[in-house]
Each structure stands twice: as C-alpha cells, then as structure tokens.
C-alpha cells in the first residue's frame, strides 16, 4: 500500500514564526502536492511538483513556499505564519504515467495547523 | 481559470434512503475522479472515469460521467451509516497534472 506520511498531526505557532510542513511518500511518485482544506471550500492547491527541485504554483500560493530536495518528500514552508493560515494541511502524492488510471492521488493524514 | 462545483453542499438523509451528489465544471474534462474523506480522515480515492457518458458501479454506488464531460454524479442507494463523510469531485487534468476539487458534499445518515 502507498504510504504518504505527514509529520505532524497537530501543530499550534504564533504569528511571524517560520512553519515547516514535511510529507514523505514511499512509492516513488512523481509528483507530489500540498493542498489546504477549509469548510465549505473544499481542497485548494497551493503547490505542486512533479519532479526534484521543480515546483508549480497551485491556486493559492502566496505566503506559502516549497521545497523538493529529494523524491519522497516535499516540504510546504510558511515564511511568516499568519492567523489565516489556521488549516488543514494535506499532502498527496501521485503517479506520472501515460495510462491516466495511474494518476490517482494518495493523501497523508493531514497536518491541522493552529497559528495563534 | 477551471472551476468544479459541487451540489448540494451538505445532505441529510435517513437510513435507506438514496443520495446524490452533482458536479459540475466550467470547461471541458479529461476525466474525473471522486474520493471519500470520512469524518476526522483524509480524502480516498473512489473512482475515476474517462470516457463521455461512461457508468461506472460499485456495489451501492453508481458513477456517471456526463456525455459533455463536463459534469459528473455520485448516487447512492439505500444509504448506511458507514457512508458518512464528504464526497469530492476532482476534475482532471491530463497525465500527471493536477486536478481541481470542487468544494465537496457533506452526507449524514441517521440511522
């Protein structure tokens, strides 16, 4: 089974501290994706890669930033934590592959992050 | 840009009664695909559909893809209460790209 694993599950900061998310994925996907969900607005995208060291803009990037030093793990940083940015964080993994029934998303368990 | 809606946000119903939930994107579709987040989870893949007016079953559930591809729908007979949780829709998307969720349908079942 594709493991995605979130490295918190839980996570309370104050406002301007510098915030890492880490996800770690253990299939060897391609690409990987950072979304926020709050309620009543579903999931929203704020970045994905499909590759090391490469990265995309989702729906809702800013204050937000990415790293993508390794395959298996994407890390989502908050520069400058601010009170809207109290979530659930997700991040999901997925398949690159020319058969589109591969391109299913795997997701970790969440990170709810409180900044106070 | 791409935008997937989904009716009705929320829907309660009693146990054994049916549910259906509707999404609908602004552009054409490559494929769709749902998943299931239940209550304190995380988002599950269901299913995914290709093909124009595709139907696709899964015991209780049934998927169709609309003829336009550019809407889809999740039905659910005689409902039990282990189908509570949120239902999304995620339009895609070629190979490896990202999908867009719309916002989800929240069921509750009483029992």
């Known amino acids: 089974d594709v493991k995605v694993t979130q490295s918190s599950r839980y996570l309370v900061k104050r406002t301007g501290e510098k915030v890492f998310l880490e996800c770690v994925q253990d299939m060897d996907h391609e690409n990987m994706f950072w979304y926020r969900q709050d309620p009543g607005l579903g999931l929203r995208l704020i970045y994905f890669s499909y590759d090391v060291k490469m990265k995309e803009k989702g729906d809702i990037p800013e204050g937000y930033s990415v790293s993508r030093e390794k395959k298996e793990r994407f890390s989502l940083i908050l520069e400058s934590a601010s009170t809207n940015q109290t979530s659930m964080y997700l991040c999901?993994?997925?398949?690159?592959?020319?058969?589109?029934?591969?391109?299913?998303?795997?997701f970790g368990a969440g990170t709810r992050l409180s900044v106070l | 840009g791409q935008q997937v809606m989904q009716i009705p946000q929320y829907q309660h119903v009693q146990e054994g009664e049916d549910f259906t939930t509707y999404c609908n994107s602004s552009?054409?579709?490559?494929?769709i695909q749902w998943y299931k987040q239940r209550p304190g989870g995380h988002p599950v893949f269901l299913i995914q559909l290709v093909k124009s007016g595709e139907v696709k079953k899964q015991k209780r559930l049934t998927f169709q893809f609309g003829e336009a591809k550019k809407n889809s729908s999740l039905h659910i007979t005689a409902t039990q209460t282990t189908d509570v949780g949120t239902y999304f829709c995620a339009g895609g998307g070629n190979y490896g790209q990202n999908f867009v969720f719309g916002p989800g349908t929240r069921l509750s079942v009483l029992p």
């Open positions: 552009t054409t579709l490559s494929n």
């Open positions: 999901a993994s997925s398949l690159i592959s020319g058969t589109l029934a591969k391109n299913i998303q795997y």
